[in-house]
């Protein structure tokens, strides 16, 4: 390491030096190549993110239709001589006259306004005007009528679902060439809809029977609500609530506290990873062979639906949990450890309350989750028509019930274009919920994040 | 007595037995808890937990044991035929419990009476009447046997139900007793509820065990039962898949391979390069507040349900690619299809990846782009040659997660792929997957005993092979390459 | 690297520096990370074919401004540097100047060895392949054997190119990074701590590179270490608390400083 002064040093090598300030070619090059790799990354997230724009606009287009609805207001006078042939005002007599005498009712009231209000009926058939109203109204009526018989023989206003044909038209889903080739609407009675439009007698308000009403039949999507499906989906996570967060809470306790290093800890540890990549599928063919088959559970029951949604957000309220009390400071269960306490109060007076915010936010996002999953649901029979209310907690979640993302795929899969609608408008509900529950989430995580 | 109430009757013993306790451990120090071994309160948790627990395990037991005793005691009443053949006696079980429910209901809506329900023959009253007037719609009349058998299945389990209130009763207030009688002053409380409690820990964590053991041995069961009826041969290397439920099936599996592979091919030649630049672009060029607003919105994607993207596929991407794409060049006019299921799913992936790759690539050490950027790199050549092959086991292994995922999507296929088994090529053609036909197969009225049924269990457990082999596998080149490196 | 290794303790040489021109000229250089001044106003001559050290205490500037000369800096978004640095009398912050093509010029080793998970070969490889700087497979060969013997690493490991660098040990990871760096023919050569992972042969070894090193380009050095400024370097600048304090000869430095600072510093008061 000696540099004597009788050995100078040797100049740098002259090189062939570009100065910094001319571009070069390469250089040219290279920088191109740069912008193209930073572009292809932007076209990908431009991409994802304009694919994510059209699924959301196009259900939002599609389905927030779903929340008005055609309906025929017209006066109808409850005459006795059809509703009470008894003549008796008894409520039990008037039973016997079905939705038919009801209907005819209806059709006769409303054949009788367009009379009054010179409307002409040109082209449209006794038959093409009584199927203008919706084959639930005269249920409606009849309930309205047996509710409260005093209103016998007096004149109501009443308003009725249109048919889903003459809701279609509207909304723009019908229209004249369409009712051509459609042997349930005729362009006639579209134009006398029209007429009706003019006279508003049809016109569109807010549809509330769609957040309550059971599920309707294929021939009256017009009547066809998410109550059931709401109903159903509300009971199961109840009852995954109550069952994931114990189950989840005191597995992580164990692995995070208390699990010696074995084997069966590691087998524990290797089965809950892998239980998360477990196709959903396979749960519904583990309830519908355990659950229903083997342990006798009602099929479509929201008891079964909620076990299995519980085996399959476990291992993710597991991971969840976890994590939030392996971020409680050692240092704390030192402090409580070295006071006398022992190791169980440790984690239970001062580990598990730390860890809290980090455990209801992870289950949180775990239901969120579980509120989604359908195809489960399909295998144990939640796909079935159901249009009774399950009856309240405890029995009830015995009862038949759908959920709301079933309640999806079901109407996706019926023919009439009028429950493409439905279903899109379902899925507002579901993502409503979804971004209640995402935002309760965030709002917990701000609020409680603590940094150690 | 209900289930119900005899749980809320054990839990009320329990909670008065937490009172009794603490009172009775501190009456015997005369109210001087540091005398007590352990916190007054302790006690109390003992005494509940020793009425309690028992009483639940005998209930469990007896829940359990009880059907098995009344089936195999109603199994006397019925020909011996019937007895011998597994599924007519399923069957004549299930005709007897839904007798017996109804008669239950009918003393309960007060068409019968107790006294008349006992003693109703079938000779006598149109049975199959009365249960329809209250509600219960039996599908043929009943014969006397079944009559006779619903009648003792319901005196039995009433005797039953006798018999279990005061079991499990017993069993809690024995367990009251004797725990009281052990509370005093040294006795060590706060030890036997920690041991209780330890155990409750254990068994919760069990119970991820106990699934993947149910998984196995519910699709293991009903898949043998299928290679009996089915030769396994046929099904795994056959061609043709045509289910006929009169019999005279071909279940040949290699269609829905094919269509499976297919589709979830199109996915990850979709999701792997969108996702892959997308995280590149997150974890190397954009800014702070670029990353707040995107990622976010990005896995906003994946918090989407999949019913959500199959409707997208059957009412949006399905029409647009048959109208633009597949029409005009003559490759069918199906608007399900694999192009269509491909390219949702991939899209449904793309969160998935791009967040696993954004980890891993952050995971790289800053030294290693330093030392690139240092010798005159720019940050594309960083990224393509230091940072991907730094990164690539953990990315092979991101990308099997998703190929996995892929593979065992159902609502996309089941909603945008199409029902038909096919071995074509054509990316256009509506052709069908595993997970597609387990749901057909097991939806609407289904015969637990026919392979048309029995088959989605033996697709349900190579569904779960196939999925669970790609996991382990993505799981061991991780580790191999981490090993590699470090 | 024969024969036994000679530890120098404070030793100070003469030197013949004055003939050297400037390779860099830095003027009024502040650095700014977000609202932190953690450099402030540094004047300095960097000379051709000599070694100078940057030495303070931890957090005094002296990284930073080193990052400052193959404008590292930009890699951290937060970091604004005013002020100006000549390369050749050109100004390196001038806007037509693209820090790619800079930074070929001028390299960098950094504190930790830090490899490419590649073999041994590409790691060195690496930089004249994305510069374009050879035509062809053997001109590449050639320059890797070239920089692997400079490097005085050729010897070690000229059997096993392809086995990766990160199954080095940590002299030889550091050898090896050095030799990727001069692989892209830089003019100057910047080393942040080059010596402060490895152990006391290891540094020896680099050390003695470091001096072999000079012939061809200027090197600029951070340390922690006093004696290894004093060994190895010709001219030395003292930074503290984000100030250039004192910059001359190595040999005035340590034994004849100007500021009462430097002096401090030297003799163990701060630091």
């Known amino acids: 390491m000696t540099v004597a002064a009788t050995n100078p040093m040797p100049t740098p090598p002259a090189k062939a030096t570009h100065s910094l300030l001319v571009p070069n070619a390469a250089m040219g090059r290279r920088n191109a190549a740069e912008k193209r790799f930073r572009a292809y990354g932007l076209a990908a997230i431009a991409v994802s993110l304009s694919v994510l724009g059209i699924m959301l606009w196009s259900i939002f287009s599609d389905g927030l239709s779903s929340f008005f609805q055609a309906k025929l207001t017209f006066p109808v006078t409850l005459s006795s001589e059809v509703l009470d042939p008894a003549g008796n005002g008894l409520r039990e007599e008037m039973t016997k006259v079905t939705t038919i005498g009801y209907g005819k009712l209806l059709t006769a009231a409303f054949t009788a306004e367009l009379a009054a209000k010179g409307i002409s009926t040109e082209g449209v058939t006794d038959k093409q005007l009584a199927e203008m109203i919706s084959k639930d109204a005269p249920g409606v009526l009849r309930a309205k009528v047996l509710g409260d018989t005093s209103m016998l023989d007096q004149t109501i206003t009443m308003s009725v679902l249109a048919a889903g044909r003459i809701d279609g038209y509207l909304k723009g889903r019908v229209t004249m060439e369409t009712a051509e080739r459609d042997g349930n609407i005729s362009p006639e009675q579209l134009q006398l809809a029209d007429r009706l439009k003019t006279a508003r007698i049809l016109g569109s308000s807010f549809n509330t029977r769609f957040l309550t009403s059971p599920d309707a039949s294929d021939q009256r999507p017009e009547a066809a609500g998410l109550g059931v499906a709401i109903l159903g989906s509300a009971y199961m996570m109840l009852l995954v609530l109550i069952i994931c967060v114990p189950i989840g809470v005191a597995t992580s306790i164990y692995l995070e506290e208390f699990a010696p290093k074995n084997r069966w800890t590691d087998l524990i540890e290797v089965n809950i990873s892998n239980l998360a990549a477990v196709p959903s599928i396979v749960f519904g063919i583990l309830g519908l062979a355990i659950f229903i088959n083997f342990a006798g559970f009602p099929q479509s029951s929201s008891v079964v639906g909620a076990l299995v949604l519980s085996l399959m957000t476990l291992p993710t309220i597991i991971i969840a949990t976890r994590s939030s009390i392996r971020a409680v400071p050692p240092s704390i269960r030192d402090a409580a450890l070295g006071v006398g306490a022992s190791k169980m109060q440790t984690v239970f007076h001062h580990v598990l309350p730390l860890a809290m915010p980090g455990i209801l936010t992870g289950t949180i996002l775990g239901l969120a989750s579980a509120l989604g999953e359908t195809a489960p649901l399909l295998l144990i029979g939640m796909v079935a028509f159901v249009d009774n209310y399950p009856s309240a907690p405890v029995e009830g979640f015995m009862d038949p019930a759908t959920a709301l993302p079933v309640q999806v795929y079901s109407w996706a899969s019926r023919s009439d274009p009028a429950f493409i609608e439905r279903s899109s408008g379902a899925i507002i509900v579901l993502l409503v919920f979804l971004v209640v529950m995402n935002v309760t989430a965030i709002i917990l995580r701000r609020k409680f994040e603590r940094r150690w | ?486 | 690297m024969e024969g036994p290794i000679q530890m120098k303790d404070i030793h100070i040489e003469e030197r013949v520096v004055s003939d050297h021109k400037a390779k860099i000229t830095a003027r009024g250089v502040q650095v700014y990370y977000g609202t932190n001044h953690a450099l402030k106003d540094v004047d300095v001559d960097i000379l051709a074919g000599t070694v100078t050290a940057f030495i303070g205490p931890s957090g005094c500037g002296k990284s930073t401004f080193l990052r400052c000369l193959n404008r590292m800096n930009d890699t951290v978004s937060s970091a604004r540097v005013v002020g100006e640095i000549l390369l050749d009398g050109e100004d390196i912050y001038d806007k037509r100047v693209d820090p790619v093509q800079l930074r070929a010029k001028v390299g960098m080793v950094f504190q930790k060895p830090n490899p490419f998970p590649k073999s041994i070969y590409d790691n060195v490889a690496y930089g004249p392949k994305i510069h374009g700087l050879t035509r062809n497979k053997a001109e590449l060969d050639e320059v890797v054997e070239s920089c692997l013997r400079k490097a005085a690493l050729w010897n070690e490991v000229k059997d096993r190119l392809q086995a990766p660098g990160t199954g080095l040990s940590g002299g030889q990871q550091q050898r090896l990074c050095i030799a990727r760096a001069i692989a892209t023919s830089p003019e100057v050569l910047l080393m942040d701590e080059p010596c402060s992972a490895l152990d006391p042969i290891a540094t020896a070894q680099v050390e003695e590179l470091i001096d072999e090193l000079r012939s061809q380009f200027s090197v600029v050095i951070v340390t922690h270490s006093m004696q290894q400024a004093a060994r190895v370097s010709q001219k030395t600048a003292f930074f503290h608390l984000g100030n250039l304090v004192e910059y001359g000869e190595t040999g005035q430095i340590f034994t004849n400083p100007k500021d009462p600072r430097t002096e401090s510093y030297i003799t163990g008061r701060i630091g």
């Open chain 2, 1 to 486: 007595m209900t289930v119900l109430v005899l749980v809320v009757a054990t839990l009320v013993i329990a909670g008065v037995g937490f009172f009794l306790g603490r009172s009775r451990a501190l009456s015997g120090v005369s109210g001087n808890v540091r005398d007590l071994h352990s916190l007054p309160g302790y006690y109390g948790w003992h005494v509940a937990l020793m009425a309690a627990l028992p009483a639940f395990g005998v209930l469990l037991v007896w829940l359990i044991v009880q059907p098995i005793v009344i089936e195999r005691n109603i199994g006397s009443l019925l020909p011996a035929e019937t007895v011998a053949d597994a599924t007519a006696f399923k069957l004549a079980v299930a005709d007897i419990r839904r007798v017996a429910g109804g008669l239950d209901a009918a003393v309960l809506a007060g068409a019968l009476t107790e006294a008349s329900a006992a003693e109703l023959t079938s000779g006598g009253t149109d049975v199959r009447a009365v249960l329809a007037g209250v509600g219960v719609a039996l599908g043929s009349d009943v014969t006397n046997d079944t009559l006779l058998s619903a009648q003792m299945y319901r005196s039995m389990t009433a005797t039953g139900a006798l018999a279990r209130m005061i079991a499990v009763l017993a069993v809690a207030l024995a367990g009251l007793g004797y725990a009281l009688s052990v509370t005093r002053a040294e006795f060590r409380a706060r030890n036997r509820v920690e041991i209780v409690m330890m155990g409750v820990l254990i068994t919760a964590s069990s119970i991820a065990i106990l699934t993947t053991v149910g998984i196995i041995w519910s699709m293991l069961s009903e898949s043998l039962n299928f290679f009996r009826q089915y030769p396994a041969t046929e099904f795994f290397f056959g061609l043709t898949w045509s289910p006929n439920f009169r019999g005279g099936s071909d279940l040949g599996f290699i269609p829905l391979l094919w269509g499976t592979l297919y589709i979830s091919l199109i996915a990850m030649i979709v999701a792997v390069p969108l996702g892959l630049f997308t995280a590149i672009y997150l974890a190397e060029y954009a800014g702070p507040k670029v990353r707040a607003w995107v990622k976010p919105l990005i896995e906003v994607i994946a918090g989407i349900p999949t019913v959500v993207f199959g409707l997208f596929a059957l009412v949006t991407v399905g029409p647009f690619l048959r109208d633009y794409f597949a029409q005009p060049f003559g490759f069918g006019n199906s608007g399900a299809s694999v192009m269509t299921a491909g390219l949702v799913i991939g899209i449904l992936n793309i969160p998935f990846i791009s967040s696993l790759a954004d980890d891993i690539i952050n995971s790289v050490p800053q030294s290693l782009r330093d030392g690139s950027y240092g010798l005159g790199a720019t940050k594309s050549e960083t990224v393509k040659q230091v940072i991907l092959p730094a990164a690539l086991p953990g990315i092979v292994g991101a990308v099997l997660l998703a190929a996995s995922r892929a593979i065992g999507e159902t609502m996309i296929v089941t909603m945008g792929a199409g029902a038909s088994a096919k071995l074509s090529l054509n990316p256009f053609d509506a052709m069908t997957t595993m997970t597609v036909k387990i749901v057909g197969q097991l939806t609407g009225d289904t015969d637990f005993n026919s392979p048309e049924t029995l088959v989605a269990f033996a697709l349900g457990i190579t569904l779960f092979v196939i999925t669970l082999g790609l996991n382990v596998f993505a799981l061991y080149i991780v580790r191999k390459y981490r090993e590699e490196y470090e």
